[in-house]
């Protein structure tokens, strides 16, 4: 391959690095090419002191750093040979004038904000991690991509050297701009992480202008169908989820995972199993014993649950695996495996094995994307505002109460309109999604009837939202539910808790509402 067009031969280097690993190789390259290096601070040290040629940045624009090292690139001679369009006539007298010689070649990288806010560094010494020449050097550099390379990653050290090899020296048009598009990416992203950590300090929830960051993390094989191109990213370092066997991961397996882990995350330490598809939950149980627990969950929706995600808060036994091992399950999470269990689970080359031990779930903020536009708000981490407060005549057990809290709890991330079944601390029947309330109650309590219909007497059911007639509350009562717990609210409330009097059962009003929509 030849010379490309509208390559551009770099004769001098800017370097100005946090990150400093991988140098020496960095610096070889420079010095085959003969390229001139320029530098400051702790870089110029390190070049130095690895025997390489390199000019202070302070001889270069003949001003000492100033402000405690504050302003040290910020110089018009620095900018000056940066942005300078070489075939503009004025911009070459100007620089020939002030004696500037052009800067080719930018690689910098920026100070380790978001690494810092998790050193839980406090405000007045974190802001001293807020680059601010190094941004400018980065911009300036990606603004003038028809002369200038910028490199603003340390993994691009090795496109780098293969595109001098290529060209001789020179950089290609599509190299640079290519860079330019990856170095503004990185400046959006560093101001995002920093004007979002400076918003909860001063606890703004919703600025006049509000920027989402993330991270690409991969590719995914396909989107929410397969026409739809997909992708991850995260706004964190890591998304500690572990995966130990199958093939990667698709869009709806991460939607359904995220869906699992946080009802997960509501349950006690080592406590509880959670059945997926489509994001909502088909089978839940938080019985102490992993096997009863698995087995309840299951019960409750098994035709729903084949082809699901399955997540269990605790480590997998032997015993487990081999129960697991006969439904067909996209992806099993838990908080690890046993050796003689992912020996069985690994039989099936098709499902993927996630462990998630290190995920932490800190989600502050909600956003729902409408086209060009998004929605924000708080996230849902309430379960009880209020006090339960017992509105029928009867009053409940303490094994009712229990139960009409954990009903509740799963309700809160069932699609709305929600109600669940639940006997003890299991689902027996969920009815999500649905436009009318009073279809929700018949098919949580036809999947009750359906798969466990000895279970749903006595049962207790939780609605997400008020009732707002009696039909709902009426078709429950019919098949034996013996407690409600909803937040009340409506209109119609006094008439509802006339017919939980009538029917002799226990009405419980919790003042949240949990929609999800």
Known sequence: MGIRKNTIKIKTALISLSDKSNLRPLLNLLKKYKIKIISSGGTYKKIKSMGFKCLEVSKFTNSKELLDGRVKTLHPKIHAGILNIRKNKKHRNDLKKKNIPNIDLVIVDLYPFEKKIQEKLNFHKLIEYIDIGGSTLIRAAAKNFNDVTVISNINDYSKLAKELKINKGATSLKFRKDLSAKAFNLTAYYDSVVSNYINTQMNIKFPE??????????????????????????????????????????????????????????????????????????????????????????????????????????????????????????????????????????????????????????????????????????????????????????????SQIKSLKFAFKVCKFAKSNAIVLVKNKSTIGIGSGQPSRLDSCKIASSKALKFVPEKIINSVAASDAFFPFKDGIEELIKFGVSAIIQPGGSINDRKIIEAANKAGIVMAFTGTRHFKH
């Open 209 to 398: 202008m509000k920027t989402i960051q993330g991270k690409f993390v991969k590719k995914l094989r396909y989107g929410e169908n397969p026409h739809q191109e997909g992708s991850l990213y995260t706004s964190s370092d890591n998304l500690h989820l572990k995966k130990i066997h199958g093939k990667s991961l698709s869009y709806n397996n991460y939607n359904d995972i995220y869906s699992a882990l946080e009802i997960l995350n509501s349950f006690k330490k080592n406590e509880g199993v959670v059945i997926i598809k489509h994001a909502n939950p088909c089978g839940v149980s938080s019985e102490k014993n992993q096997i009863e627990s698995f087995e309840n969950a299951l019960m409750c929706d098994p035709i729903s649950s084949f082809g699901g995600v399955i997540a269990i808060n605790s480590v997998i036994s032997k015993k487990l695996a081999s129960k697991l091992s006969k439904i067909f399950f996209e992806v099993i999470l838990s908080k690890g495996f046993k050796k003689n269990s992912l020996k069985i689970l690994k039989k099936n080359k098709n499902v993927r094995l996630i462990d998630f031990s290190n995920f932490n779930l800190r989600n502050k903020e909600h956003h729902l994307f409408l086209g060009n536009s998004f929605l924000l708000q708080d996230s849902n981490n309430i379960f009880l505002e209020k006090k339960i407060k017992i509105v029928s005549k009867k009053k409940p057990s303490p």
